[in-house]
């Protein structure tokens, strides 16, 4: 059974306006126990703040993210697959792009994301069922 992108995804957390602070975005981040915020403009997704870009963007340069906007520093370029995509090829996508969460949805309607965390957990669980049958027949 090959597992697609419907079968990984997560819930989509609420949209943030780009007029929100850091501030005020970091506490809900932290709130929610999410490191990325989806911004949007209502239910149009502009953009994506993960919570690499509030440190180098924001708290390394010392900028006070009370000051600052999620608009501001937001990653306009967002990467989505469509539902049926196979975890093989979503994989694949994640690690040319170079990003950890993918949302999952076509044509600017998206019904979930995946996490790296959510790759980590399958191949975990894939790990646990070839080792199941590696020592059914003593190869482990």
Same mark, same amino acid.
């Given at each position: ?5 419907? =079968?990984?995804?997560? +819930?989509?957390? !609420? $949209? ?5 602070? &850091? ?29 690499? =870009?509030?440190?180098? +963007?924001?708290? !390394? $340069? ?5 000051? &600052? ?72």
């Amino acid at each position: 059974m090959v597992l697609i992108a419907e =079968d990984l995804m997560k +819930k989509l957390p !609420a $949209p943030m306006p780009s007029t929100i602070s &850091v501030a005020d975005a970091a506490k809900i981040m932290a709130n929610d126990q999410v490191g990325y915020a989806l911004i949007a403009d209502s239910e149009l997704i502009l953009g994506i703040v993960t919570e690499w =870009d509030i440190l180098y +963007k924001v708290v !390394a $340069p010392g900028k006070d993210p009370k000051d &600052v906007t999620m608009g501001q520093i937001m990653n306009r370029e967002v990467y989505s697959a469509p539902p049926e995509t196979p975890t093989m090829k979503i994989t694949k996508i994640m690690n040319e792009k170079g990003i950890r969460r993918l949302l999952v949805g076509s044509n600017g309607k998206y019904l979930g994301i995946i996490t790296s965390k959510d790759i980590i957990r399958i191949f975990d669980d894939y790990m646990d069922n070839v080792e199941e049958v590696a020592e059914k027949f003593g190869k482990y």
